[in-house]
C-alpha cells in the first residue's frame, strides 16, 4: 500500500465559497461519496486552513497504480485540479503501519 499527501491553495473565488460553512460542508461531503467509488482507494482524510482556505488530503491507496489512474481520472480533475491555484504539491510514500492494522510491511 501506498501513503500519498496532497496539498493545494485555492482560487480566489474557491476561497470566498469556503468562506461559507454551509457551503463549504456541501461541497467536502460531495467530494467524500464521489470518493468512496474510487478503485483502490482504502483511506482518505481531509484537512483545510481555516486562514487561507488551502486543501489537502491523505490518501492510502492499495497499490501506486490505483493511484496513478485515479491522478488521469475526472474525479481528481474536478476535485482538484479545476480549485487549484497553481500545481498542488504531491508526495507518494509506502505505508508502513497504522493503529489499526499494526505493522504492515
Given at each position: 500500500?501506498?501513503?500519498?499527501?496532497?496539498?493545494?491553495?485555492?482560487k480566489d473565488?474557491?476561497?470566498?465559497?469556503?468562506?461559507?460553512?454551509?457551503?463549504?460542508?456541501k461541497?467536502?461531503?460531495?467530494?467524500?461519496?464521489?470518493?468512496?467509488?474510487?478503485?483502490?482507494?482504502?483511506?482518505k482524510?481531509?484537512?483545510?486552513?481555516?486562514?487561507?482556505?488551502?486543501?489537502?488530503?491523505?490518501?492510502?491507496?492499495?497499490?501506486?497504480?490505483?493511484?496513478e489512474?485515479?491522478?488521469?481520472?475526472e474525479?481528481?480533475?474536478?476535485?482538484?485540479?479545476?480549485?487549484?491555484?497553481?500545481?498542488?504539491s504531491?508526495?507518494?510514500?509506502?505505508?508502513?503501519?497504522?493503529?489499526?492494522?499494526?505493522?504492515?510491511?
Open positions: 500500500m501506498i501513503a500519498v499527501i496532497v496539498k493545494f491553495q485555492v473565488e474557491v476561497k470566498k465559497q469556503l468562506a461559507n460553512v454551509d457551503v463549504a460542508r461541497h467536502i461531503q460531495k467530494v467524500v461519496e464521489g470518493c468512496r467509488n474510487i478503485p483502490g482507494l482504502r483511506e482524510f481531509f484537512i483545510m486552513d481555516p486562514e487561507t482556505y488551502a486543501q489537502g488530503a491523505m490518501l492510502i491507496w492499495e497499490s501506486r497504480e490505483q493511484f489512474e485515479y491522478m488521469k481520472s474525479e481528481y480533475q474536478e476535485t482538484v485540479l479545476d480549485i487549484c491555484e497553481g500545481d498542488p504531491v508526495e507518494v510514500y509506502v505505508h508502513t503501519a497504522n493503529l489499526i492494522d499494526g505493522v504492515l510491511i
